[in-house]
């Protein structure tokens, strides 16, 4: 089987979201009646998947930038016997078309794309294939929208897959865990982007590779899960970009990596999914509190999976699309923060893995390329969806 998930370097994971109004009291009794004989209604979502332009390239574990012209740019991943692409398109959401742009200097696939202040895009890291040997990456690269061209930048300090980057307040990137030779890292390092150089920042407390990182409203970030060569983490901690340190806060009520770290509205991380076994998947989900930094539980995934994506709507929702559970999945549940439940909503037209997702400037959602062991070209997509 070549799922993308299981050709990674040795952690690739243990082998790798406003109702109407009642008017008038009639209507009111009508409903209180149907309740009392029929019980309650169910949420109904009528949000459905549509094709739109297909890449040029089929890719998985490639990613996709919202840039500031409302465009995404869509760099790298890999294929079967190629573990790092070079190619790069951009995704015109006024058009539903995709177009070739200036190729990555070095192939890469499972990097970080961060967007800058200055409108670039930061690729770092990621893997590569080398006489055979697939191998983890330090080199780095910005893209410029205005030429479409990549141009080198500095090179991290340390070769690393499975790591996190995160903006931060500042315009600097934060660049966290991640492993390389079997080796799991608690360093981290600092992007500058007016010098164009990584440099050493503090270490996080527990050594790990393959979790989530999230800007918080306040500014600090929160680094949750994610594990080891050996073992899964529940635990989580705060960077505070004043003092460039970290500090421990609340463990997750269940250790997990591969899941989805979604900031909503209210402050509170949706944590939702992933794995803690070569073969287990997730459906529990929980709330970091910021204010108290603990960890509760919330409404369950009605449907385990890893490897999915999360995107905070416009309405408040989350949106979850896609994943693994056994194998590549088209179904998609949207969380509701009020609620606190999961509810199933229309599912992919092509069941997807190592996918990206990106909520446009219309509120709409794209998603391009993943994996489908039954798709097309062993199972490497170009086909691309919008949820509306």
């Known amino acids: 089987m070549d799922d993308a998930r299981f050709n990674q370097p040795k952690?690739?994971?243990?082998?790798?979201?406003?109702?109407?109004?009642?008017?008038?009291?009639?209507?009111?009794?009508?409903?209180?009646?149907?309740?009392?004989?029929?019980?309650?209604?169910?949420?109904?979502?009528?949000?459905?998947?549509?094709?739109?332009?297909?890449?040029?390239?089929?890719?998985?574990?490639?990613?996709?930038?919202?840039?500031?012209?409302?465009?995404?740019?869509?760099?790298?991943?890999?294929?079967?016997?190629?573990y790092g692409l070079a190619s790069a398109e951009t995704y015109n959401a006024a058009s539903g078309t995709f177009t070739s742009t200036g190729s990555l200097n070095t192939g890469r696939n499972s990097h970080t794309a961060t967007l800058l202040d200055s409108g670039e895009v930061l690729?770092?890291?990621?893997?590569?294939?080398?006489?055979?040997q697939i191998t983890c990456l330090a080199s780095a690269e910005l893209y410029n929208p205005s030429t479409g061209k990549f141009t080198v930048t500095g090179s991290m300090q340390t070769p690393r897959c499975n790591f996190t980057a995160t903006?931060?307040?500042?315009?600097?990137?934060?660049?966290?865990?991640?492993?390389?030779?079997g080796a799991v890292f608690s360093s981290a390092q600092l992007y500058d982007p007016s010098t164009g150089t990584f440099i050493s920042t503090g270490s996080l407390n527990v050594a790990r590779a393959g979790q989530t990182?999230?800007?918080?409203?306040?500014?600090?970030?929160?680094?949750?899960?994610?594990?080891?060569?050996?073992?899964?983490?529940?635990?989580a901690e705060i960077y505070n970009p004043s003092t460039g340190k970290f500090t421990l806060t609340g463990s997750m009520t269940t250790a997990r990596t591969l899941f989805t770290a979604t900031l909503l509205e209210s402050g509170e991380v949706l944590a939702a999914g992933g794995e803690n076994s070569s073969n287990l998947w997730l459906s529990s989900a929980e709330l970091y509190n910021p204010s108290t930094g603990a960890w509760s539980a919330t409404g369950s995934l009605n449907t385990s999976r890893f490897g999915q994506t999360a995107t905070l709507l416009e309405s408040g929702e989350v949106l979850i699309a896609g994943g693994n559970h056994g194998g590549s999945i088209a179904s998609c549940e949207l969380y509701n923060p009020s609620a606190?439940?999961?509810?199933v909503t229309g599912s992919l037209n092509t069941p997807r893995q190592d996918q990206q997702a990106v909520l446009l400037n219309d509120g709409e959602v794209l998603v391009p390329g993943g994996y489908d062991g039954d798709g097309g070209n062993n199972g490497y997509l170009a086909t691309a969806e919008l949820f509306q």
């Open 11 to 82: 952690f690739s994971i243990f082998t790798s979201f406003r109702g109407s109004v009642l008017k008038s009291a009639k209507f009111v009794l009508c409903a209180c009646s149907f309740l009392l004989f029929f019980g309650p209604v169910p949420t109904v979502h009528a949000q459905t998947w549509s094709f739109t332009g297909s890449m040029e390239t089929e890719r998985a574990n490639q990613s996709a930038t919202l840039l500031a012209n409302g465009n995404v740019l869509v760099a790298g991943g890999r294929q079967r016997g190629n």
């Open 167 to 181: 903006l931060l307040e500042s315009g600097m990137v934060l660049v966290v865990g991640g492993t390389n030779n």
């Open 123 to 132: 690729i770092a890291g990621g893997t590569n294939e080398t006489n055979n």
């Open 213 to 235: 990182a999230t800007l918080l409203s306040d500014g600090e970030v929160l680094i949750a899960g994610g594990g080891t060569a050996t073992s899964y983490l529940s635990s």
């Open 340 to 343: 606190g439940t999961f509810s």
